[in-house]
């Protein structure tokens, strides 16, 4: 049920990091418990960036990088740019234009690989003033147990944070879209600074 999805999205990821010469930081994705559910935090080379899962219901699973938050299955992932931009100073525009050119790549990648013509969704969201673009698109109707893909993606210096889940039958686009938003609301961006996984831990907890 979920495996095709997620090979979906890897060949996506690396396609996608084929093209340009650009370095970018790398980061080291890790999650720690907290009170209020779990914190995935992306620590670079000098950067680093966090998102909080509030739920009190969150499972991990067999797929890396993939919890059930509310028994909906989410990824959180990034991927490198592979041209260099202004990362410090991207206007609201230069974002949607990054974010949509991502997005059309990803679209043909997934045409390709379904052999359809995607009947998709997309809006641009600002969410505590950061530009993040929802994306959703119906699966092949003989994918009995997945009905939608939907994204939610911005950009975290020279990064595309991309939170994204399955609609599965029985659940409505609207739920999977809400815990998504959530974690996306949530976003910290800490410029010139890394994070210190037990101290981060302790205070989380106490």
């Avoid at 990034?78 to 990362?87: H, K, L, R, W």
């Avoid at 059309?104 to 690989?113: I, N």
């Avoid at 359809?116 to 600002?126: A, D, R």
Wanted: hydrophobic share 40%; charged share 25%; aromatic share 12%.
């Amino acid at each position: 049920m979920h495996s095709r999805y997620v090979l979906l999205a890897i060949g996506v990821i690396t396609s996608f990091n084929l093209f340009g010469q650009y370095k970018a930081e790398e980061f080291q994705a890790a999650m720690i418990e907290t009170k209020f559910g779990a914190m995935i935090i992306y620590n670079g080379q000098k950067n680093s960036f966090t998102l909080r899962v509030v739920s009190k219901s969150i499972e991990p699973t067999q797929q890396e990088n993939f919890l059930l938050v509310d028994k909906k299955l989410v990824q959180s992932s990034i991927i490198p740019f592979q041209e260099e931009f202004d990362f410090k100073s991207l206007t609201m525009e230069k974002q949607k234009e990054l974010l949509s050119g991502y997005k059309e790549y990803e679209k043909e990648y997934v045409q390709d690989q379904l052999k359809i013509k995607l009947v998709e969704s997309e809006q641009f969201m600002n969410l505590e003033g950061k530009m993040f673009k929802y994306w959703s698109f119906d699966m092949p109707k003989d994918n009995s147990s997945v009905v939608k893909q939907v994204y939610l993606f911005t950009i975290c210096f020279d990064q595309i944070l991309i939170l994204n889940g399955p609609v599965e039958k029985g659940q409505s686009e609207a739920e999977v879209k809400s815990v998504l938003i959530s974690m996306a609301k949530s976003l910290e961006i800490f410029r010139g600074k890394t994070q210190d996984l037990r101290k981060l831990y302790f205070d989380m907890n106490n």
